[in-house]
């Protein structure tokens, strides 16, 4: 909320300086997010009086003024035509400093001299338009500082917290000012003149029983007639924000700004019947609104009628029907309390949030709602004349009924860590306006004001007293607890683990948004409309949540490529969401994306692109980190893939996973011009897997000997399969089984490839004679030609 | 005899200095004096023909020479390797100021490495890490929080819905209350995660992250908040002031905002703390009654404390980033920085 500090100060006696004021509100709870000097923006400009104005000798669009500052006369060439010997101005002497660094000097102005600048309301930075120069009031003294005529003034813009409706006005802001420093609250006090004839012959108010309408108070006034506000009234308005409209309507948003009393001014000649009802709208019933617009009402919107049909939109907007116009002769003014809750529903339904409606969805205080509509109508009486009705309406079935809190010093103690002593506690309450007395020894009964509707319980006393006791005078103390370690969820621990492993193999960690486009969502191989949608997306980019993370990464990879990095080692962890019975199922999942060149360019790597293998290395070593074995790939398909290079993950038997290569389709897509590599794992089956803890293995006490064996097979025998028939040949001797050439070409038949592996014997019990060694790998010899036709070439 | 021992020495010095940088040549030389059937052994040869004193002293003059020869010979021989390894070294030479080769480890998201750091500082102090869904009951979210249907402390975080019932967390304190559902004190526990508001703008990602902490036990109060949170800024920015203001969030009371001395200015004010010299830097207070009502803990018998903070404000301070966005582009120009 923006607030004038010189409005503040009307309600303050002994306010300390704005600054000071703003640090100890803030230090209390409200935080006063800045404060800006206005009206202040120059220095060394004074007022003086024009004596004479002349035509400039040598130019035709100036004139020579001759102007007195009480102390001299000044020559001054002025290029306006609006001032008269008479007028007051603002004369900015040589030497004088307006906004925006503009200096003023002596200076010959064709041919004659000038001895400072009479000024525009621009020029001083008062108004972002004017018509020639400022003419002040006539009243104005001679040669006094400009600035205090204008009233220097710091607007200071407030966070005001929910809970406290009470600050949102300057006059719940100066009692909490009042509270906070040694200043002292004083009221303004209004007299209404009610010359007028009696309130009942002039307007009726009913509300309807059950309405969520607890006060609804009106005053009359007949006779008025709309104009224009004073300066000083459109200029206070316009610094808090609020256009000037005219005189009855600019005093009721004074009202409010001053005192957080929203009221409304209807012109009582359109009200069909002279009468209010406050009822819930009928099914179908529509009103237009002073915004233009014409909204559907139902049963669930609190409306303010008259004989006919809605006129307001209970606490929200009035009613253009009734709005006080230039012709306006007669209003009624409201000033009502409204239930918080029926007004945030009819804000929310009708999007229509207000000065108004912000202030009683937070509540207002039901017992000021008349004194703001006393301030109104003698407000309104000295600005637009006119009677007031004698009498006022005030309908107020339910009167206000404090509530009674205990406050136990010591329980404050425990809670806060410092003992606050009952004296202090009441001290501290009673400058809050919380009426309290000692019931019992270390007990206090509390009373809050009617405009502290946040204080209900006795937790809500207790950060009052903290918060005037001063958060930074309570001391620190760091707790006694049990000793017990701080554990880490598996969860956690597991991604750490997976994020180091990742890094070693150069993957740089990514974090992309959680909702995707609908086309993005459908990448991720989900049929459509089978996603978690977001009712409220900020943009269509933003409308589901992501059922894979691959395409996130894809895109990832386009941007990168754009910015011209062409070699990507990236991965993501995070949830993909699938709509369950109750709450959405989140499955962490854990993605990475390959591309470009296997080393980094350099002048002496190789310079070759990462293939399938590198994409399968990567997850074959964070398996080998993370204590997994036993892992199987197995020839796979996935939309996004390519059909040949596509590897589904088993762990334990289960689904993990997939790998494989970006569909050549979709090259086009991101401008690819090499493959691209992509893998997507779940992390709960890697979870399950990985639990199982390292254990050592004796090391080998006998020696090994390998034997080396090549042979030309069909290309579609996987070699996955000849693996584990050599494995299992003789699970005993056979140590390691390792691949170590693959070629296809020269003297290969077509539609074979020549493989190459060494088969390293060992026993863990004894030496291994060579006989030994010789029958086994005869028989994985054979194995390979009775199982595979292979044809051994070298073994 | 003792002419020939001292011809020969003479001769054979002779050839070797002449042969000195020839292995080939040295070698051959050698093998003439010192071989088998070389000079030297001749010499030894004819020994036989002088009398037993004569072929005593000419035999110790002849072995004399020979080791003198073989010393000379060896010597020159090793001088001729050290030099010619000199030789081959500084062929093997390289340019130094070549870059080094090595395979770049990757990095780590800069959230990570906050997330990472907060939580080993408070699971140093016991803290349990706890998680909870991003896709949140509105119960959970706000309902048990204290924020109450059609409150308008609900504006004060714009909600992504799901359905009327579910939302897109906009905090992580609903784990709070399903750790306190679950476990009774005491409890010390932090929750990371990422949570969602619908706001986007220079200062608002819809999608950020938060670490939420809190504390239960019989006797926790708010000197027992302050300590804590003190300790743990000092850790994560270093000795620097701390201050706590009041502040409202619907679940707790008193409730606090807890800023630190600006870590760009040091205080004197500047564009990042806004002139204050400040920087808010964590939401936290007494986790409010109906809270504690709300997972049936008695608030007459256990009190606690609760924070939260937003990690991507402090991955910004503590790295100097300007721009939220930079943090969801993923530029690797910018991800490798870490």
């Known amino acids: 909320m923006l607030f004038s500090y010189n409005w503040l100060k009307e309600y303050l006696e002994g306010a300390p300086p704005a600054r000071e004021l703003a640090e100890r509100l803030t230090m209390t709870g409200t935080e006063i997010e800045s404060v800006a000097e206005t009206g202040g923006g120059f220095t060394n400009v004074i007022t003086a009086q024009v004596v004479e104005c002349e035509k400039h000798p040598n130019a035709d669009k100036l004139s020579l003024c001759k102007v007195r500052t009480g102390k001299e006369e000044l020559a001054i060439v002025c290029g306006a035509k609006n001032m008269k010997p008479g007028d007051k101005v603002a004369l900015a002497l040589p030497g004088a400093e307006l906004p925006g660094g503009f200096k003023i000097k002596k200076s010959k102005i064709r041919g004659v001299e000038s001895q400072g600048m009479m000024c525009s309301e621009v020029e001083l930075g008062l108004k972002d338009t004017s018509e020639g120069i400022m003419i002040l009031p006539e009243d104005a003294p001679l040669g006094v500082d400009f600035r205090t005529i204008l009233g220097a003034d710091f607007m200071m813009e407030a966070g005001i917290t929910p809970n406290r409706a009470d600050l949102l006005s300057i006059r719940g802001m100066a009692r909490e000012a009042a509270a906070v420093t ?374 990832n990879m386009a941007r990168n490529l754009a910015w011209k990095r062409e070699d990507l080692r990236i991965y993501e962890i995070a949830p993909a969401f699938v709509p369950g019975e109750g709450l959405p199922e989140e499955r962490w999942k854990l993605a990475g994306l390959l591309y470009g060149n296997r080393y980094e360019p350099g002048w002496s790597f190789p310079k070759d692109a990462v293939d399938f293998f590198d994409a399968k290395g990567v997850i074959e070593r964070l398996f080998e980190g993370l204590g997994i074995e036993g892992a199987r790939f197995e020839a796979s398909g996935h939309p996004l893939l390519h059909p040949g290079k596509t590897a589904a993950v088993k762990l334990e038997g289960r689904h993990a996973g997939v790998l494989g290569e970006l569909h050549p389709d979709l090259w086009g897509r991101y401008g690819l011009r090499k493959p691209a590599y992509v893998f997507e794992l779940d992390i709960e089956p890697v979870e399950k897997a990985s639990g199982k803890g390292k254990k050592y293995r004796e090391l080998p006490r006998f020696p090994e000997s390998a034997r080396d064996i090549a042979f030309i097979v069909s290309e579609d025998v996987p070699f996955g399969d000849i693996y584990e028939a050599i494995r299992k040949t003789d699970l005993k001797t056979i140590e390691t089984v390792e691949l170590f050439d693959v070629y296809y070409g020269r003297n290969i038949p077509s539609g074979t490839r020549s493989l190459a592996v060494r088969v390293t014997y060992r026993s863990r019990e004894r030496t291994l004679t060579n006989q030994e060694v010789e029958d086994t790998h005869g028989k994985v010899v054979k194995t390979l030609f009775e199982r595979f036709k292979a044809e051994v070439r070298v073994s | ?154 504006d004060m975080q714009d909600t992504f819905f799901v359905s009327d019932e579910f939302v897109l967390r906009t905090h992580t304190s609903p784990v709070q209350i399903r750790v306190m559902e679950k476990c009774r004190p005491p409890l010390r526990v932090i929750a990371p995660g990422t949570v969602y508001r619908r706001d986007s703008d220079l200062t608002h990602s819809p999608m950020f992250h938060q670490i939420e902490g809190f504390m239960v036990d019989r006797d926790i109060s708010f000197a027992n908040l302050k300590a804590v949170l003190t300790l743990f800024l000092e850790r994560l920015f270093g000795q620097t002031a701390v201050r706590f203001r009041p502040s409202f969030f619907p679940f707790v009371e008193p409730g606090a905002e807890v800023d630190i001395r600006c870590v760009i200015c040091g205080g004197n004010g500047c564009r990042v703390c806004k002139g204050t010299g400040w920087l808010e830097i964590l939401g936290a207070g007494m986790i409010h009654p109906n809270v504690f009502r709300a997972v049936s803990y008695d608030p007459e018998e256990y009190t606690g404390f609760a924070f939260g903070l937003g990690v991507e404000r402090v991955a910004m301070l503590k790295f100097g980033i300007g721009d939220l966005r930079l943090l969801f582009e993923n530029d690797m120009r910018f991800l490798e920085q870490f």
């Open chain 1, 182 to 555: 040694q200043a002292v609250f004083k009221e303004k006090e209004f007299k209404v003149d009610e010359a007028g004839r009696p309130i009942a012959e002039c307007a009726t108010v009913s509300i309807e029983k059950g309405a969520p309408c607890r006060r609804y108070a009106a005053r009359v006034i007949e006779g008025v007639s709309i104009g224009p506000s004073p300066d000083e009234i459109k200029n206070r308005l316009e610094a808090h924000g609020v256009r000037s409209i005219n005189n009855v309507v600019d005093v009721t948003n004074l009202v409010l700004l001053e005192t957080g009393q929203p009221l409304h001014a209807f012109d009582l000649d359109k009200l069909n019947g002279a009468s209010i009802i406050v009822r819930s709208a009928g099914e179908g019933e529509t009103i237009a609104t002073i915004d233009g617009k014409t909204r559907n009402l139902d049963p669930s919107t609190l409306v303010i009628a008259d004989a006919n049909a809605p006129v307001a939109l209970a606490g929200v907007m009035g009613g253009g029907g009734s709005e006080v116009t230039g012709s306006t002769k007669r209003i009624l003014i409201e000033s009502a309390w409204f239930e918080p809750s029926s007004v945030r529903r009819a804000s929310r339904k009708h999007a229509l949030s207000t000065e108004s409606s912000y202030r009683f969805e937070r509540g207002v205080d039901i017992e000021g709602v008349t004194r703001a509509l006393d301030m109104a109508a003698s407000l309104v009486l000295k600005l637009a004349g006119g009677k007031a009705a004698k009498g006022s309406i005030d309908m107020y079935p339910e009167k206000y009924a404090p509530a009674e809190i205990t406050f136990r010093t010591e329980r404050a103690a425990r809670v806060l860590g410092v003992r606050v002593t009952t004296d202090e506690a009441l001290n501290i309450l009673s400058r809050l306006g919380i009426a309290g007395r000692e019931a019992s020894p270390g007990i206090i009964s509390a009373m809050p004001p009617s405009y502290r509707m946040d204080l209900t319980t006795e937790i809500d006393l207790m950060e009052e007293v903290a918060r005037i006791f001063g958060y930074n005078n309570i001391p620190t103390t760091l707790p006694i607890a049990a000793m017990s370690p701080g554990e880490t969820a598996m969860a956690t621990a597991l991604r750490r683990s997976i994020r180091s492993l990742l890094s070693g193999s150069g993957f740089t960690e990514v974090m992309n948004y959680s909702f995707v486009s609908r086309e993005l969502f459908a990448m991720a191989g989900v049929k459509a409309g089978k996603g978690v949608e977001l009712l409220n997306p900020l943009t269509e980019e933003q409308a589901v949540m992501r059922a894979g993370l691959i395409p996130s990464l894809l895109e």
């Open chain 2, 1 to 154: 005899m003792s002419r020939r021992v001292e011809d020969l020495e003479r001769q054979a010095l002779d050839e070797l200095s002449r042969a000195s940088s020839e292995r080939e040549a040295l070698r051959e030389a050698r093998n003439r004096y010192l071989g088998r059937k070389g000079e030297v052994a001749e010499l030894l040869k004819g020994l036989g023909t002088l009398s037993p004193e004569e072929r005593k002293k000419a035999g110790e003059a002849i072995n004399n020479l020979k080791t003198r020869l073989e010393e000379a010979f060896d010597k020159a021989l090793s001088a001729l390797d050290e030099g010619e390894k000199r030789e081959r070294l500084e062929k093997e030479r390289v340019d130094i100021t070549l870059p080094g080769k090595f395979i770049r480890p990757g990095k780590l998201h800069p959230v990570t490495r906050i997330t990472d750091e907060i939580e080993d500082i408070f699971t140093g102090l016991g803290f349990n890490i706890a998680e909870g869904p991003e896709v949140e009951l509105d119960y959970y979210n706000f309902e048990a929080l204290n924020f109450p249907k059609d409150h308008p402390a609900r």
